[in-house]
């Protein structure tokens, strides 16, 4: 492959990230890109990736990484003892503390020992390794790193041509990771599809539309007295384990959990002129949690579920707005959960429920629900 420079090679590498890099779906087929481009100007790149911290729940740090025989795949980083050990112990550490750019030539032991990660890519056949740091708008450093197995490594018009193309392309890759921030924001604070229609434009005060769902509502039994008998800790670790199962079987069975207050928890399975389905992943999700905390000692928790069609978008005042869904279905869900304990049931349904509903239910009577001017009969699961 013949060596091409600096000249008309770079700023092809700079025009197309420019112009075409902010295109890219993902920063992974930017990566993958901006790899093939480097091999076109003759940088024989077989391995690099682009890694970032992030605002994320529960990963630390999102990499992609790119080979020219399995093409890219995105990876996360948890911040556990052992990862936070190898992250130490390698040389994008020096980069995301420091700015420190590293290079490796591999086929020199001295300098391929210098890090874990040089022995893993030697056993790998490759024989030289850059890491370098892509200097973001507000100071933080990100990384690039490449890697060749070409028996010559990369040549200094190879590192040329890559240098020259650093500032394009760390200002293509921080325009990903903001709408990646601010995705995992509404997603983690709004919830999936509220998130994206916030970031759709849906952001006025009345913005959204009805829609049809099955209404999840669920709250803990005795949680005053629960709180002032444990610790803050104790509490924590408790409501986090309690909406933890709730929210996995929710979102495992299609559902998005829309808030959480205090104790409680409000959540919709939407569907389109398809409410069987939507009774089915709600129950299924249900008897999920049931099944979970069966014989958990410490606290006591009631659902109640009932489907409707609500009104799903902007509420609030000024410029302080929630994505929730409001209507008499949620307020029926609500009453539906508040006799939980009463009847001494975790799961109770309406009427129209059970109606769409291909499991066995027990009546548990007719019922007076506050703010509701007809009883409502209600169910419980037969054991």
Known sequence: ???????????????????????????????????????????????????????HPIAKSSFVF?????????????????????????????IYTRGEATSLRLDQPGDRSRYPIGEDLWAEGY??????????????????????????????ADKALIEAALPALTLVFEGFIARNTAKTLMETYVGKRAGLRVLDGEIARGDGS???????FSDLRGFTSLAQSRGDD???????????????AIEEHSGEVLK????????????????RSAVARAEAAAMKVLDENKGQSGFSFGIGLHPGTVFYGNIGGGNRLDFT????????????????????????TSADFVEKSSLA??????????GVTEPFEIFAPVN
């Open 1 to 55: 492959m013949t060596k091409t420079g600096i000249g008309p090679a770079n700023h092809g590498i700079v025009r197309w990230l420019m112009t075409e890099g902010p295109k890219q779906a993902e920063p992974s087929a930017l990566l993958h890109s901006f790899s093939l481009k480097l091999r076109e100007a003759g940088v024989e790149v077989d391995r690099s990736t682009l890694g970032a911290p992030i605002l």
């Open 234 to 248: 104790e509490i924590l670790r408790l409501l986090n384990d309690y909406f933890g199962s709730l929210t996995d």
């Open 127 to 156: 024989v030289q390794y850059e890491a370098l740091p892509l200097r973001f708008s507000d100071g933080t450093h990100k990384v690039l790193t490449l890697a060749t197995k070409s028996a010559d490594g990369f040549s200094e």
């Open 361 to 370: 239910w027990k009546s548990m009577g007719k019922r007076s629900l506050k």
């Open 325 to 348: 869904v409001i209507g008499s279905s949620v307020n029926i869900a609500s009453r539906i959960e508040g006799l939980c304990s009463e009847l001494d049931q975790t799961l109770l």
């Open 260 to 275: 959480f207050i205090g104790d409680a928890l409000l959540a919709v399975f939407p569907h389109q002129n398809d409410v």
């Open 66 to 94: 790119w080979d020219i025989d399995s093409g890219p795949d995105q990876r996360w980083f948890l911040y556990t003892p052992d990862q936070l050990e190898m992250l130490k112990a390698s040389p994008i550490h020096g």
């Open 210 to 216: 009805y829609i049809d769902a099955v209404i999840w």
